[in-house]
């Protein structure tokens, strides 16, 4: 026999920490909500200090408006807030906190402290709470603004606090927040404490440079590029980085809209995808970039933390995003690949080390090498980027292993990978073509029957078209069949079948570029482009040198490997003991 399910309404204090857990899930949340009232309330100078990750104490002191006397209890009230009054207002939503239950839920889970004095008061009124409920309240004097002490986060809540991570990654977050503030806000100044530490301090003077400069330096900062595009009631504004500045992950992109630090998957993709091609592979940019938009486009109470918003048109805030940094990367000046300027971690340096013994590879093979000046307009007469890493001045040497070009430069040794470098020649040859000019064709006498598996089949009739475009002429021939009728001219392959399907089964898996015709460009030019192995003359490989200077973004190829590497003086000095 069933036992009979008892329904019961909760006790209050059970009821207030099971609430207190939608909101407050780790020390960073509870900042989060702090930061967001602390900003509210127009403040201009805001600390942040933390102990132990800020499970044993998170403080944070502003000199905003304070709270009224009277009000000081009422804050902590549930579903008390000064940011919204009716329905209506939760359409047009002009602060970051308005959700009633942030003060009530962090004072169900901590102890907690506060002291408040508004400007036209002369003193301040200080308030204590244990389990959420007021126990100790006196005047005392203050600043004006607010500061909340927040002690024992979790500590009579075990089961929550055993699934937070250590001290050190919990106080770490919270640095990465304060972070994106401090980006958000370059106004006011921010100070954060970690363990005793001084961990970021900002100057609030209103520049985001100088608001990045405290963050990742002041020579990454310098680098940074402006960001300024209103498009249809959408405006992006901030910096973004050139393409020689970038990092291993994704943590150096701070997005908002309106103010609000958010982590938007399609914003993102759309930001990183604006450098399609331009960046080493898993290398990711750096920018900080905040999205205007009006308040009826955009939810921003659909997650209890308040880090996701939802967009009436999300597609149209990503058009504008990506247009708005593709537009920064295209107006700045060029910006010359300088490895002993390089801040650590930040740019490019692909070879340390002076290279090991003699590389293994395929037996040298002669070939001719095909090389066309890149013309300087884009597909459909768009200028290229004129954002470019330029290269340094070379003189060609020789050839390593039938694979590698050696040039002296000015400051030491290059290395420069003769295929990598010759498909970015031809990616940027094909994107620069006119669409009314079809690109190199090489009609078969005789056409082929190509059997494709289904996959291979679905990749060619998805890019058939831009394909066409690129020399490839097929049709369709049965189910998971086509015909061949012409090839890429600069193809050159002995099998004609073999090599279309290695170009299909490429594309198939070609994510790097995002954009369908740049995309099958990028396939074509790989497969059309000089391979390891061939021997080159001195003649091609300085037009190649050359025609590699005249590319975008001559430092990758189109999938983002690295065209070449360097060497400088001072380690080949070393090494031989000169230094």
């Not at 340390?352 to 090498?369: I, R, Y």
Request: net charge neutral; glycine share 10%.
């Amino acid at each position: 026999m069933t036992a009979r399910t008892m329904i019961r309404v909760l006790a209050p204090e059970v009821a207030a920490r099971i609430a207190a857990g939608e909101v407050v899930e780790r020390p960073v949340s509870v900042v989060r909500e702090l930061l967001d009232n602390a900003i509210d309330a127009g403040a201009s100078r805001i600390t942040l200090e933390i102990e132990e990750g800020g499970l044993s104490l998170i403080r944070v002191t502003d000199d905003g408006r304070g709270i009224q006397p009277e009000e000081l209890e009422l804050a902590f009230e549930r579903h008390a807030t000064s940011k919204i009054a009716d329905l209506d207002d939760l359409g047009h939503v002009h602060t970051l906190g308005f959700r009633g239950e942030a003060l009530p839920s962090i004072a169900a889970a901590s102890d907690l402290e506060i002291v408040s004095r508004v400007g036209a008061e002369p003193v301040g009124v200080t308030a204590t709470l244990v389990e959420g409920r007021v126990v100790r309240r006196a005047a005392r004097p203050a600043p004006r603004g607010t500061a909340i002490t927040v002690r024992d986060l979790f500590l009579r809540v075990p089961a929550r606090r055993k699934f937070l991570g250590a001290p050190g990654s919990e106080g770490r977050q919270v640095v990465v927040l304060a972070s994106h503030y401090a980006l958000a806000y370059p106004g006011i100044a921010f100070h954060v404490v970690s363990g005793g530490r001084r961990a970021l301090t900002t100057s609030g003077d209103g520049d985001i440079r100088h608001a990045f400069a405290a963050i990742y330096g002041a020579e990454t900062a310098a680098a940074m590029l402006d960001v300024d595009f209103s498009d249809g009631g959408i405006c992006v504004t901030g910096i973004c980085g050139p393409s020689s500045v970038h990092r291993g992950n994704r943590a150096a992109i701070s997005l908002f809209v309106n103010g609000r630090w958010v982590q938007s998957r399609p914003l993102t993709f759309a930001l990183v995808d604006a450098y399609q091609a331009q960046l080493p592979i898993a290398r990711f940019p750096v920018a900080a970039v905040n999205i205007a938009i009006p308040d009826e486009d955009v939810d921003v109470n659909v997650h209890p933390a308040k880090a996701e918003v939802r967009f009436r048109d999300e597609r149209a805030v990503g058009r504008a995003v990506r247009r708005a940094i593709a537009l920064a990367l295209e107006a700045s000046r060029p910006v010359a690949w300088s490895e002993a300027a390089s801040p650590a971690g930040i740019l490019a340096r692909p070879l340390h080390a002076v290279p090991g013994p003699p590389l293994g590879g395929p037996q040298p093979l002669q070939a001719a090498l095909g090389l066309g000046r890149v013309s300087p307009t884009g597909s459909a007469g768009q200028a290229v980027p004129t954002q470019r890493d330029l290269l340094p001045m070379l003189r060609v040497v020789g050839q390593l292993n039938a694979t590698y070009v050696v040039c002296e430069g000015p400051d030491g040794m290059y290395l420069l990978d003769q295929h990598a470098a010759h498909e970015r020649v031809v990616y940027d040859r094909l994107l620069a073509r006119p669409e009314s000019e079809p690109a190199g064709v090489q009609p078969l006498l005789e056409p082929i029957v190509l059997e494709l598996e289904p996959v291979l089949a679905a990749t060619l009739d998805e890019h058939r078209a831009s394909l066409g475009r690129l020399g490839l002429g097929t049709e369709p021939f049965g189910e998971r069949a086509a015909v061949i009728r012409s090839v890429p001219a600069g193809l050159g392959a002995r099998d004609i079948v073999e090599e279309v399907t290695a170009l299909l089964r490429k594309l198939e898996g070609e994510r790097r570029v995002t954009d369908p015709f740049g995309r099958a460009a990028a396939t074509v030019a790989c497969h059309s482009s000089v391979r390891a192995g061939m021997l080159l003359s001195m003649e091609e490989m300085r037009r190649l040198v050359e025609d590699l200077e005249h590319t975008t973004a001559p430092r990758t190829c189109p999938h983002g490997r690295p065209t070449l590497v360097h060497l400088g003086t001072d380690a080949i000095e070393r090494q031989f003991g000169r230094r």
